[in-house]
């Protein structure tokens, strides 16, 4: 496939790959736009689409011919893998964050959809989070003058999947919990230059308790805050931010609003995910962004470079935990976008 893929105007048809706890906040935003979607996972294909009234495909080889859109929802390490087979084939692209567990994997991601021709979105759903879409407005805006200290806080219980705590799989919570922040940190303040970040993890090898701190030095001279929590079972679903300049502050605490609460009870008691539903669900708000980009072929909220630079940061801040010390961030177009050829074949 050459060229730019040309704008659809039928019903999409969506393949939709992985059947874990995140497809439950996709599939009802696909379904309000009237999409058909087909489902392939190794595991819970069935379950999934009984309780949404969803085809099956039995493998990729069924799954490809039938659908114009992939939509990926499986563990990191296998992100780029499926992505780069859906590209190769001319299918636009949206995945779960992060794009893929490096950087370089996520840039050889971005390569191949433009030169096919085909879009591609990466799910940072907190951008479609009204609160930080109103706190990037108010900047903006000026209303807090020249930004000057951003905090972030993002706590939940801990994921029950063991792969979450595989950090060759993962990246752990910083790749996984808290690149939302890190690419809000960038959304709102600007490019980051330097990262500091230091871990604690206590517990077993599945379910521990992990806490995360990561200070981002940006271009401007901004400094950001950012903390990830994943903690006991019980520890309920909350986010946080506090952005001060040097003439105004904006604040937001989930777990200080009501109406927040009410609109993302937990998945169960404590929860890993916020869920969501209908119209309000900042998921379903994030798929219609990325339907109409790939009807129209207009931008939408968040792109492949976006979902590099994300990567990119959150890589540094595993690097600086490891070595323990400040980690400088790469200029995007400085990552090496070649990919193994193994990754690219793998199932085709």
């Known amino acids: 496939m050459n060229g730019v893929a040309p704008p659809m105007t039928t019903p999409l048809r969506v393949g939709l790959i992985g059947a874990g706890a995140i497809s439950h906040a996709h599939v009802p935003g696909w379904l309000a736009l009237g999409a058909r979607i087909t489902v392939y996972s190794q595991a819970g294909s069935h379950e999934l689409a009984a309780r949404y009234g969803l085809e099956v495909a039995e493998s990729l080889d069924e799954l490809w011919p039938g659908v114009d859109v992939i939509d990926i929802v499986t563990p990191t390490s296998t992100h780029a893998e499926f992505a780069l087979a859906a590209i ?3 299918k636009h692209v949206v995945c779960e964050k992060p794009l893929a567990r490096t950087a370089a994997d996520s840039a050889a991601v971005v390569e191949a959809a433009e030169r096919t021709g085909v879009r591609l979105f990466p799910a940072h759903v907190v951008r479609y989070f009204p609160e930080f879409l109103a706190a990037r407005g108010a900047i903006a805006a000026g209303r807090i003058g020249r930004p000057a200290v951003f905090r972030f806080r993002r706590q939940s219980a801990a994921p029950q999947a063991a792969w979450f705590f595989d950090d060759a799989v993962s990246g752990g ?10 690419d809000q940190a960038e959304w709102l303040g600007g490019p980051v230059r330097r990262v500091f970040a230091r871990l604690q993890r206590r517990g077993g090898a599945v379910a521990p308790v992990v806490a995360a701190q990561v200070v981002l030095d940006h271009e401007s001279g901004l400094i950001s805050h950012v903390h990830g929590t994943w903690g006991s079972p019980a520890l309920p679903f909350s986010y946080s931010f506090d952005l001060a300049g040097d003439t105004g502050v ?7 609003d009501d109406t927040v609460r009410a609109v993302f009870p937990p998945v169960e008691p404590g929860g890993y995910l916020p869920e969501t539903s209908g119209a309000e669900s ?10 109409r980009a790939i009807r129209s072929g207009g931008p939408a909220r968040v792109d492949g470079a976006d979902g590099v630079r994300a990567v990119r940061i959150a890589e540094a801040a595993l690097e600086s935990i490891e070595r323990g010390l400040p980690v400088e961030v790469q200029p995007t177009g400085e990552v090496d976008a070649s990919t193994d050829d193994t990754l690219i074949g793998a199932r085709a």
Do not use: K
């Open 88 to 90: 190769g084939r001319g």
């Open 173 to 182: 919570i910083v790749m996984d919990q808290m690149i939302h922040d890190l």
């Open 250 to 256: 904006l604040r937001f605490d989930s777990a200080r």
């Open 282 to 291: 900042p998921y379903s708000v994030e798929i219609a962004d990325f339907a």
